[in-house]
């Protein structure tokens, strides 16, 4: 039990049992993952060693029970469907920012989700945002309505490929896809080219609406002063601070000074927002961003979809939450056009359902 679901666990159990010649099987449960190996008792006692020694970096096992069965013959191991019984007590992961092999993919124009804006593994991608009952499966999913292709269905069945049974595998044949829309809710441009008009868009100091990982947020050029007013006037903010996204940990040094454990939180799977000290004398941002304040909160991109906003306009952004001041952020988009439509000049939408706003 723990935080064993969304994380790669079930094709973590399955390389070590088979690495050690075990035969057996392991499913999701309402409670966490199920496990019955059989083998040498050598062999056994090295895999229940190594399932908490060698756990992947983003599993935590919070508490276990075993017992020894007599050998019955189990087949080779295998992934079973999950155990939907009993009462749901799994942890559901939060959402986890972008692998750097998936951000090292997503880059490369040889490979085929070259700028695909949902690209995830088993170590990355939604989690909490996208799932509606346990345990986490496909199924249970807002990525459900995404069948997968025969290249994505491949990977998923692969032990040997890192989106091993990853649940929202997807790419640009069978997944999620971006769109423009106008303030009114007409579409401007798809795909890869709506990424290129919302980066015009934000160079030329429109108000962008995009749909991200959990929920709406309104960004604007954090360089362009009448920019940022403009939003502070239209979602009646007038002086709390806005949080900043930055391009990489050269742009955050450029305007604040940036020590070690900053920068090992702003790069960390979880991907904060961190707050650093302006530098004096540095390039400044633009002054209604944080008026009279000697701080910036700062964060980096962390989906595919804010890397290669960011990879195109190469500067700092405002990105804050997509709400008029004291209401709940917007998870849907014809929603977000009748919430947001006084506020934003584009509507940057996907159709991959949020589940529950973050």
Aim: hydrophobic share 40%; glycine share 8%.
């Amino acid at each position: 039990r723990g935080a064993v679901q969304g994380v790669g666990f079930r094709p973590f159990v399955y390389r070590i049992a088979t690495a050690r010649q075990l035969r057996g099987w392991c499913r999701n449960s309402s409670q966490g993952v199920v496990i019955e190996v059989e083998g040498e008792r050598p062999a056994l006692e090295s895999f229940r060693m190594a399932l908490d020694r060698e756990r992947p970096p983003r599993a935590s096992i919070h508490g276990s029970e075993s017992s020894w069965l007599d050998a019955v013959g189990l087949g080779p191991f295998a992934i079973l469907d999950s155990d939907t019984s009993g009462e749901a007590s799994a942890v559901v992961m939060p959402d986890i920012a972008l692998c750097e092999s998936c951000r090292g993919e997503l880059l490369d124009p040889t490979n085929r989700r070259y700028r695909y804006p949902f690209i995830n593994c088993t170590n990355c991608g939604p989690r909490y945002s996208i799932v509606e009952s346990l345990p986490y499966d496909r199924a249970n999913t807002s990525m459900r309505g995404f069948a997968m292709c025969p290249d994505c269905r491949r990977e998923y069945g692969d032990p040997g490929d890192r989106r091993f049974h990853a649940e929202p595998n997807a790419c640009p044949t069978c997944g999620p896809q971006v769109a423009l829309w106008d303030a009114s809710g007409h579409v401007i441009a798809e795909r890869d080219a709506a990424m290129v008009a919302v980066a015009n868009a934000v160079r030329a100091g429109l108000v962008v609406a995009l749909k991200g990982l959990g929920g709406f947020q309104l960004i604007v050029d954090a360089t362009d002063d009448a920019a940022v007013r403009r939003l502070r006037a239209r979602k009646h903010r007038d002086e709390k601070p806005f949080a900043l996204m930055c391009p990489d940990l050269d742009c955050v040094q450029s305007h604040a000074v940036l020590g070690d454990v900053e920068a090992r939180l702003l790069t960390s799977p979880e991907a904060p927002i961190v707050l650093v000290r302006t530098r004096d004398g540095a390039q400044k941002v633009a002054p209604s961003v944080a008026p009279g304040m000697h701080q910036l909160g700062v964060m980096l991109p962390y989906t595919p979809l804010h890397v290669l906003l960011m990879r195109d306009l190469r500067r700092p952004l405002v990105v804050t939450s997509g709400n008029l001041a004291e209401e709940p952020m917007c998870i849907d988009e014809r929603h977000a056009v009748d919430v947001l439509g006084g506020i934003a000049d584009v509507f940057l939408v996907h159709d991959r359902p949020i589940v529950r706003a973050v």
